[in-house]
């Protein structure tokens, strides 16, 4: 994977829904956020560049894919943090938001079936 431009801010990858682990009939949305400035946004599976894309958003569909980390640079930005999606077949899950805590933050769980 490439580095991160000279001085550039990381992009910010979105998630939606924000949850993990996701049931694999759901589909998620990752959005690439950066500068705003024009170009193709760069996206990546599994630390491989995927040159099929260069829309800022894709979805993600459980039912056809298995568990995978995603990255994406959007012009003018450096590569994002990894968002790792984890599709899940069971009925009852326990979900916990899929962006980072730092300690002290409070904790959201879900159940969902």
């Given at each position: 994977?490439?580095?991160?431009?000279a001085?550039?801010?990381?992009?910010?990858?979105?998630?939606n829904?924000?949850?993990?682990?996701?049931?694999?009939?759901?589909?998620v949305?990752?959005?690439?956020?950066?500068p705003?400035?024009?170009?193709?946004?760069?996206?990546?599976i599994?630390?491989?560049?995927w040159?099929?894309?260069q829309?800022d958003r894709?979805n993600?569909?459980?039912h056809n894919?298995?568990?995978?980390s995603y990255?994406?640079?959007?012009?003018?930005?450096?590569?994002?943090?990894t968002?790792?999606?984890?599709?899940s077949?069971?009925?009852?899950m326990l979900?916990?938001?899929?962006?980072?805590?730092?300690?002290?933050?409070a904790l959201?769980l879900r159940c969902?079936?």
């Amino acid at each position: 994977v490439p580095c991160h431009p000279a001085g550039a801010q990381p992009s910010q990858l979105i998630q939606n829904p924000p949850w993990t682990p996701v049931f694999r009939t759901e589909t998620v949305t990752l959005t690439c956020q950066g500068p705003g400035v024009p170009g193709p946004t760069e996206w990546y599976i599994n630390e491989q560049l995927w040159p099929k894309v260069q829309s800022d958003r894709i979805n993600i569909y459980g039912h056809n894919t298995e568990s995978n980390s995603y990255q994406c640079r959007s012009p003018g930005a450096g590569l994002s943090p990894t968002v790792t999606l984890r599709f899940s077949n069971d009925w009852l899950m326990l979900q916990m938001p899929a962006q980072a805590l730092l300690e002290g933050d409070a904790l959201q769980l879900r159940c969902q079936v």
